[in-house]
């Protein structure tokens, strides 16, 4: 995929979703927290693009072009509905240089790509989902600690796992079963851990945990 075909779709599909988002928003099909974590979930496809360049470093480019845009929304407060009223959370720009980081890192040594992709879907899904499933109010959702519920930790292992096995399946990669799931088991407690620098810890720590294991298995 060329350059500009790339950047057009890569920035369509996100404008896309943020629209959905605020749309839902408004409809109140989706309450604050839900139209973020929409995003951050719907967000994995854009790592997928971002492999369909011809050359790798604009994967790199754009998620920090990304980190820059969502700086400033939050610091201007541009797009209500993007960024908790209530507190400061740099999660949005911390998602992206995690991506930018890890695709940089995979732009010299190729065997990482898929290390990348399952930092990036294991944050997108597992995290993603584990905040929806946490808020769950329910007397079996019991408080493991401040901000940490059952039902989000089990969701964060479910919803990893599914993340890890849906890029195995895209680049095609032989992964043993066990590994995929120690990696989930790693996410969650990565997640459990991360409070809010969960969206550096998970991805940067599973890129380093699972690129040890591909390198063994390369």
Known sequence: MNAVTGYLLCFGYVGLIIVLSLVARKLRLFGDEGARKFIHI???????LGTLFANQIHAVIIPVISAIANYVILKKRLIPGLY??????????????SLALMNLVALFNRDLVLAAGIGAF?????DGFAAIFGKIDNKYNIR???????????ACLVFSFIGIWIVCYILHANI????????????????????KIDNLLIPLGLFVVSGFMISFMV
Request: charged residues 15%; proline residues 4%; hydrophobic residues 55%.
């Open 84 to 97: 908790r009223e209530q507190e400061v959370s740099y999660g949005t720009v911390y998602y992206p240089i």
């Open 42 to 48: 719907m967000l994995c496809v854009s790592w997928v």
């Open 122 to 126: 294991a944050l997108a899904l597992g």
């Open 144 to 154: 493991l600690k401040k901000g940490k519920k059952l039902f989000g930790s089990l």
């Open 176 to 195: 043993p079963i066990s590994f995929m799931i120690l990696l989930a088991v790693i996410s969650m407690m990565l997640e459990f851990i991360g409070g």
